[in-house]
């Protein structure tokens, strides 16, 4: 299949020979997008006006941090506290105490009301400009995964030539092929999947537990084999992402 601009990014993850094509694409969607967060968009007025209301997720505001830009991270700071600044003030402003009636304290949970400004923070903390930017190009890329397998007769292939993937981008991929593909393709696909995914978890397992006995002082000699970095890559096959990477900074 001849490639085109939104399946150069798949093919380039099968290729890099990953233990998770997908973690891949999604590192480098992070990556790209504290670039485009922190390069000259931050002094563009309709982004700062979507930075402004959606803000930033924890993990997010630490990578930001990390990534060097000072003066760019400042420039967003500025505008979405003034955001924060002003609302939470009109929240707390026309706060009144609850009455609490006899019965009231039988009452669940969701039932009881919930301040303003609580209500405000809690719907803040529920949405982040880089994971929604993020998610939006990684749906397209499930997407294109989808139609490759369609149209790509050598996507099989680089499935077989695959490491798997870790669990989390495993469970997503059949949630996006049972969507999106007919019953016959799946027939040949899904065994594939679940074979591939078979054997590279069982290549994990031999590797975390060679791992471990060779600190027994009677394997002191033997050779490593592939273990010696078992830890983060047993690490991503379960939860994906890269816990060795280095911190991504500004270059």
Same mark, same amino acid.
């Given at each position: 299949? $001849?490639?085109?601009?939104?399946?150069? @990014?798949?093919?380039?993850?099968?290729?890099?020979?990953?233990e998770?094509?997908?973690?891949?694409?999604? %590192?480098?969607?992070?990556q790209?997008? =504290?670039? &485009?967060?922190?390069?000259?968009?931050y002094?563009? *007025?309709?982004?700062?006006?979507?930075? @402004?209301?959606?803000g &930033?997720?924890r993990?997010?505001?630490? $990578?930001?941090? @990390?990534?060097?830009?000072y003066?760019g991270?400042?420039?967003?700071?500025?505008? %979405?506290?003034k955001?924060?600044?002003?609302? !939470?003030?009109?929240?707390?402003?026309?706060?009144?105490?609850?009455?609490?009636s006899f !019965? *009231?304290?039988?009452?669940?949970?969701?039932e009881?009301?919930?301040?303003?400004?609580?209500r &405000?923070? +809690?719907?803040q903390?529920?949405?982040?400009?880089?994971?929604?930017?993020?998610?939006?190009?990684?749906? +397209?890329y499930l997407?294109?995964f989808?139609y490759?397998?369609?149209q790509?007769?050598?996507m099989?292939?680089k499935i077989?030539?695959?490491?798997?993937?870790? =669990?989390?981008? &495993?469970?997503?991929? !059949?949630e996006?092929? /049972? /969507?999106? !593909?007919?019953?016959?393709?799946k027939e040949? =696909?899904?065994?594939?999947l679940?074979?591939?995914m078979? #054997?590279?978890?069982? +290549?994990i397992? #031999?590797?975390?537990?060679?791992?471990?006995e060779?600190y @027994?002082? +009677?394997?002191?000699?033997?050779?490593w084999?592939?273990?010696?970095?078992?830890v983060?890559?047993?690490?991503? $096959?379960?939860?994906? *992402?890269?816990?060795?990477?280095?911190?991504?900074?500004?270059?």
């Amino acid at each position: 299949m $001849k490639e085109k601009l939104y399946t150069i @990014d798949v093919n380039d993850a099968f290729k890099a020979g990953d233990e998770c094509p997908f973690c891949y694409l999604e %590192r480098k969607l992070e990556q790209d997008t =504290l670039d &485009f967060v922190l390069g000259c968009s931050y002094m563009e *007025s309709d982004i700062r006006e979507q930075t @402004d209301k959606t803000g &930033f997720c924890r993990v997010h505001t630490k $990578k930001m941090y @990390d990534y060097g830009n000072y003066l760019g991270n400042a420039w967003i700071l500025k505008t %979405r506290m003034k955001y924060l600044n002003q609302n !939470l003030k009109e929240k707390m402003k026309d706060y009144t105490p609850e009455k609490k009636s006899f !019965l *009231s304290k039988w009452k669940k949970a969701e039932e009881t009301s919930v301040p303003e400004p609580v209500r &405000f923070i +809690r719907e803040q903390e529920s949405h982040c400009y880089i994971c929604n930017r993020m998610d939006a190009t990684y749906q +397209r890329y499930l997407d294109t995964f989808a139609y490759m397998v369609k149209q790509d007769g050598e996507m099989m292939e680089k499935i077989e030539h695959s490491k798997g993937m870790c =669990l989390h981008h &495993f469970a997503q991929v !059949l949630e996006k092929c /049972e /969507e999106k !593909l007919d019953a016959q393709t799946k027939e040949t =696909l899904i065994p594939l999947l679940y074979r591939k995914m078979s #054997e590279n978890l069982d +290549r994990i397992q #031999e590797d975390i537990d060679w791992f471990i006995e060779k600190y @027994d002082y +009677r394997n002191a000699d033997a050779d490593w084999k592939n273990s010696k970095d078992a830890v983060p890559r047993t690490m991503q $096959k379960i939860v994906g *992402s890269y816990p060795a990477d280095p911190v991504y900074k500004k270059e």
